[in-house]
Structure formats: structure tokens, C-alpha cells
């Protein structure tokens, strides 16, 4: 099992490249089961969680053919061709490893009339239900049955015929997989509530793209009018928000200076809007963001929510750079259950916080020390290297699967800008 060593104290300065959205990624590749022509993907980010999605695709029937992919580019072009499909069966041995699997579900029953998914295990952050993908789609016309650990969604004979549905919580893969249902139903289909992520604007603007027809896109109403059959296309991915987001923190942690190249600053607005009332100097043209700490970090509270809010999925990186700010801080997390996995490992390298529920109490400025530690989610492992850029001595960072599932090629990127770290194989 590989292995990070970070040795803490340098600034980190220079440019880093952001790959393209795990995010956006794991709910374009599956609209190219909506279409029997190819789908071409660019910019779709070198992730475990992306190589386990083309493997589920693969079970389908789908081809899948990668180009223009120098080891050194970041990033590939991939297309995908889904003209004749083996199985509408998504097993639970592929499923459990990745829960975006559910993502199949919408488009496949749209293309198949029927598509049976093993339901996904929880995981790390909570036990992070579907009820509101199977409301959606039965809202939508389908019946969905559950039976032996399977979700199997039936559509009536000539198709979907669409529908309406108001979502209580905003659910991002629901709302994902409810739009790439409705976009080959008989009828028009309305979504209220939905969430509105930059990544389900991705999503229907490839859908858009492909020849579906949706209004609202970027609110949180969404009306979509069915149409007989989507084309292929070829479709660039969004840079990765919270990917540019953590390299953010990485280099405010260590008061550097850093270019986030490809990030755009419109999306990252919480995420920015947080670093700079904690004294980080931010800058940003069409085609990065830069990021500065030249004087001391200032305590904030945040308290995550879904989009425009801060997002969850900043919440731990956010945590490590607070450590360092002068002040208590209150850190809400409004999303998931138990999302601060991160606070013992981050207590052992001489943070002082104390949580009670959703929410963590910050004090700071801490001195750190490099640990021994372990990842246990995605995000949470990154906090774990941010605090390690900051800490005194070596940390190393295992279990780093978890981190290979959503950051491309991490300890490449942060040697470009300087930082002391090394990958090592146990
Ligand atoms: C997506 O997960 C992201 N994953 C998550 O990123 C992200 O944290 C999350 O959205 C929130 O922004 C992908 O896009 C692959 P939700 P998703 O449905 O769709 C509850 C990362 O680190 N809920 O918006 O699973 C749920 O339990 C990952 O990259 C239901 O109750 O999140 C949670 O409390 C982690 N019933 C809340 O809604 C449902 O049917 C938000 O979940 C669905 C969700």
C-alpha cells in the first residue's frame, strides 16, 4: 500500500494545473448510455473513482476507446460508444466500490425502459440514502422495485412519460439522475428544489448538447421536454472546483503564493469568499485563480450547505487552515452525519478541536507536528496532507486510496509549486 511523506515549512509558490471535475466526470460519463452514437469526453481527470465508472460502463456493452493520452498531459480524451448494450445490470461487486455507480440508473432506465442497480453501500461520511433518486424517478412514471440488495426501475412499455417532482433536501446525484431520466421521456418533466452545482450545469449543458431540451439550467427549477432520441458529442469536462479549492488551502496553510490554472473563480465563490475574510489575498482572471497568505490567518465560522453555499466538500481542508488562524473558529456541517472523520488524525498532529454533533469548534493559531496518519474519506485525507505542508517534522499519510479516488496525481502537482513531498511504496 502506497504511502505520502510530507515534510512540513516550505511555501509553496508556482502554478498548478486543476484537472478536470471528478464531480462533473462521474455524471457526463454515463449520458453515453442515452445515445447510440459516440460520446467524447475531454479533460475527464486520471481518478480511481473515473477507472471504476468505465469499468461499470465496460459490464454494459459500452466500448470505450482513451486517445491523446501523453503521461505526462493531465487529464484524457475518452469516447465512449454505448450503440448496443449487453446488460442493463449493475453488480454489486462494482457497485459497492463506488457509490456514483448509482448514477447508471437514470440514463439506463431512459435508454433500456428497465435497469436493475445494486444499492449502494454507505460509507465513510454517513449512510447516505437513494430514496430520493427512486421518488424522482418514480415521479417520473417508473416502477421501482427492491429486492435481494437491488434496485430494479421499470419504465412503462413506449417509455417514461415524465412528470414532477419538489425534492425536501437538495440531492446532487438525485437531481443528476432524475434530469438524465426525463431527457428521453414521452412528456415535459419539471424538478423543483434541485440542486444547482456547478456540475449539474455541466451535466445539462453535455445533455444540451447531445439535443435535449431543458430550461431553468442553473436554478434550482428545472423543466425538461422529452425528445425522441440524443446525439453523440464531444464535450468538454469543468475544471474541478474542489480539487482547486484544497490546492487553495495547501498554499494559504504554508502563506504562499500559488496559480490555480483552469480554475474558475465563478464557481469557487463560498470557497474564496471564506479564504479572504481569513486574510488570503485572492486574484482572478478568465483563466485561473491565485491565492496569496502574506500576513497572518484570521478565525472565521463556516457552515457548509449546497450550492451557492460553501461546500461540504470543503469542509475538512477548510478545518486544517483554520488550525493556523488566529481566533476560534465554528465549523457547521449541515450535509452529512459524520463528516469530521479528519478531527482525530488532525488532533494528533496538535490541533485543538472539539466537536459536538455537525458541529467542530476550531481554536487557533496551533503548532503542528508531522504524524503518522491515517485517510479515511476523500476529503479528509486531503486536510491530513494540508496540515502536513504545515507541520513541523514528516507526516505520513496512508490508506492513500482514498485520496487517489478524487485528487489526479496530487504529490506531482505540489512538487510543482515546491512542496517537500514523496510518494513511497510500502
Ligand atoms: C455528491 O454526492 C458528491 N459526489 C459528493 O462529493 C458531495 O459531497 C455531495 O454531492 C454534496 O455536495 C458526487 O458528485 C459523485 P447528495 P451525493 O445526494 O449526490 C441526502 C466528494 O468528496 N440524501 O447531494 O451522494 C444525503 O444523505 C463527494 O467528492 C438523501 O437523504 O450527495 C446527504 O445528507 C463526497 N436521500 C444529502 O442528501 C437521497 O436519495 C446530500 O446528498 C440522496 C441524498
Redesign the pocket.
Known sequence: MDKLIVRGGNKLAGTIPISGA??AA??LIPCALLTEEPLTLRNLPRLADIDGFQHLMGQFGVSISIQGNRPEDFGRVVTYEASRLTSSVAPYDLVRKM??SILVLGPMLARAGEATVSMPGGCA??????????KALEAFGAEIELAQGYVKAIAPDGGLPGGEFDFP??????T?NALMAAVLANGTSRLFNA?R?P?IVDLCNLLTAMGAEIEGIGSSDLTIHGVKRLNGATYKVMPDR?EAGSYACAAAITGGEVRLEGARADEMGATLHALEVMGVTVESDAKSVTVRADRPLKATDLTTA?YPGL???MQAQLMSLLCKAEGTSVLKET???NRFMHVPELSRMGCDIATEGRTAIVKGPQDLTGAEVMATD??ASMSLVIAGLAAEGETTVRRLYHLDR?YERLEEKLQLVGADIERLGD
Open positions: 471528478k464531480n462521474l455524471t457509490r456514483a461520511i454517513g449512510n447516505r440514502p437513494i430514496d430520493l433518486h427512486l433536501v437538495v440531492s446532487v446525484g438525485a443528476e440542486a452545482e456540475e474542489i449546497p461546500a461540504t466538500d450535509i452529512f452525519e476523500l476529503r478524487g
